[in-house]
């Protein structure tokens, strides 16, 4: 069930409804309400897979509660965290990656003479995996340091099967959302008009901008490069940077305002990425939430900025390597993970050694720079193999003549796109007042005529969100 | 223990000139949004109906998509859309000068 779909207003109308009807008179019976219709909204897409959710919500609430115990008592609390972390890296190696690890052995294993025993199953990745089973492990780890309190199994089961964040983030945690289940939440004006804004908002990033790209100009520039110019295919590559923007970050709004309308406030997961002076930069602006997770429990686990500098360079190059990998199981995204990490860790070493005499690079041109890195990457990110990416660099310095596929309107949708990205940090908190002070009605009709203006400019059904997939 | 962090939708409330709280405003808000999407865009619930698997209970609710469609494409209602869409559809067939 994807946000931007009539089957989802379905969904989301009387659930709205019910949360501040039922749930009203009773927050319990508004967390069961918003509990039954996560599983229906997850269910919708394989009802397997809500056992698999509630099954890691009990093992991540019961180990919780024995690690809390543990450090209550002021014992080690490291076998029950270290069973808690395996199991959920059990559940997501065996979802996400043993097809991977399989697929690589199968040569080693076949000359070995094992070939013919080898399991050959198909798995299903069950969608949201790689976010709710973070959300687990950093429950997990947050009590164990005392960063947070235990949740009963209600909110915790809640928190993880939570809707609007369920299958691509943001990656909320226990500190941030099982507060705001202690009681029924106080809705705003302003909450409103900001989250019906986002919601508009995403909805146009998405249906509009993301998926014209994706189907006019991204998909066809990556299917087969050999056939298309040289600046064909940096639209393509451009276009990919401002797809895979409008896309996450429409995903990203819709959920929070989605959440909004519930009463509930979820962090902020982009800041205007594409201004990031430095690659560090890029990764406080870009999908906080995850990278913020990889900061505070695999980077600060591995050792963080203690050690020397080349540690640090380490720790830096592990955890982009396995961000990467938590994309999914492909040499495409551990090259990516790869790429920023190296860059981060020539930005750490230049910091250290970087000579006084050394002239600094002008920020526009150190945020073009950094950019075109990240271009780069998205490259890989996007190539379906290693193959193709390295075939889509070679094609692209090609810089064969003419212009096919890149008509005006995808050229525009690039430009509106990068433009929406730049738009004033402050414009989302002015138009939400203003609209705020709107009488209902009025703001009922904008919303409507916005989202028919957004109806009529989608083509026939929805891609999935790219964030789907991990 | 709560996390201090940033929310999209944390904007300080202002006082507001309408006598709607919040709830009253998302109820009023979202309703007329749907009504009159309902009205201006019938043609989408009649496409979604049409996507849904024939079988007796979806028939009446297929039944009732078509009918909404027809009656509002009767009166009017569907101009805004149609208008809309044909000048995005320009846009997407337009092409550069010296590609025409």
């Not at chain 2, 009023?28 to 024939?54: Q, Y």
């Not at chain 2, 809309?84 to 590609?99: F, H, V």
Request: hydrophobic share 55%.
């Amino acid at each position: 069930m994807l946000f931007p779909t009539l089957d989802f207003a379905l969904f989301f109308l009387p659930v709205l409804v019910l949360v501040w009807t039922v749930g009203q008179a009773s927050n319990e019976w508004r967390k069961i309400i918003l509990l039954l219709a996560s599983w229906i909204f997850y269910g919708a897409w394989d009802w397997r897979f809500v056992a698999l959710l509630i099954a890691s919500a009990a093992i991540n609430w019961s180990l919780a509660q024995r690690v809390h115990a543990r450090a209550e008592a002021g014992e080690s609390v490291q076998p029950w965290l270290g069973l808690g972390v395996a199991a959920n890296l059990a559940i997501l190696g065996f979802f996400k990656y043993f097809g991977f690890f399989l697929a690589e052995l199968a040569p080693i294993l076949t000359a070995a003479g094992f070939g013919r025993d080898l399991p050959l199953i198909e798995i299903i990745l069950p969608v949201g995996i790689s976010f709710f089973t973070f959300q687990g492990m950093s429950y997990l780890i947050d009590i164990a340091r005392r960063q947070t309190q235990p949740a009963s199994f209600l909110d915790l089961t809640l928190l993880m099967s939570f809707f609007p964040h369920l299958v691509a983030g943001p990656i909320v945690r226990a500190s941030h959302l099982v507060p705001q289940f202690a009681a029924v939440p106080r809705l705003t004006r302003t909450m409103v008009s900001a989250s019906l804004i986002l919601i508009v908002w995403g909805l146009f990033k998405k249906a509009v901008i993301a998926s014209e790209l994706a189907t006019g100009l991204v998909d066809t520039a990556f299917r087969d490069p050999a056939a298309l110019s040289g600046l064909d295919l940096l639209a393509g590559a451009y276009g990919y940077a401002v797809q895979i923007y409008c896309d996450f970050s429409a995903y990203s709004d819709m959920a929070v305002g989605i959440a909004g309308l519930m009463g509930y406030r979820f962090p902020r997961n982009f800041d205007q990425p594409y201004r990031a002076a430095s690659l560090q930069d890029f990764w406080r602006r870009w999908h906080i939430s995850l990278s913020s997770w990889l900061r505070d429990y695999l980077y600060i686990s591995l050792g963080g900025n203690r050690g020397g500098v080349w540690f640090v360079c380490r720790n830096l190059m592990l955890t982009m390597l396995l961000g990467g990998f938590w994309h999914g199981a492909k040499w495409t995204f551990l090259i990516w993970g790869g790429l920023h990490g190296l860059v981060l860790a020539i930005e750490r070493l230049w910091r250290e050694w970087r000579p006084s005499a050394a002239p600094f690079l002008p920020r526009p041109l150190a945020i073009l720079f950094i950019f075109h890195i990240v271009l780069a990457g998205w490259i890989f990110f996007r190539a379906d193999t290693l193959a193709g990416a390295l075939a889509y660099f070679a094609e692209m310095a090609a810089m064969r003549p003419g212009i096919t596929l890149t008509t005006p309107l995808m050229a525009g949708l690039i430009g509106l796109g990068m433009a929406i990205h730049f738009a004033p940090p402050a414009l989302l908190p002015v138009l939400a007042r203003r609209v705020a002070a709107w009488p209902a009605p009025l703001t009922g009709i904008a919303v409507g005529l916005a989202i028919l203006a957004i109806d009529t400019m989608r083509g026939d059904g929805i891609a999935a969100f790219i964030y789907y997939q991990f | 223990m709560a996390d201090a962090f940033d929310s999209p939708i944390d904007i300080d409330d202002q006082p507001s000139p309408t006598a709607l709280g919040g709830r009253a405003q998302v109820a009023t808000s979202v309703g007329i949004a749907a009504v009159l999407l309902l009205l201006l865009n019938a043609h989408a619930l009649a496409l979604w109906a049409d996507g849904l698997k024939p079988g007796p209970r979806t028939a009446g609710i297929y039944a009732a998509a078509q009918g909404l469609s027809s009656r509002t494409a009767a009166r009017g209602l569907d101009a805004p859309r149609a208008t809309l869409r044909a000048g995005w559809q320009r846009l997407q067939a337009a092409d550069w000068p010296d590609q025409r």
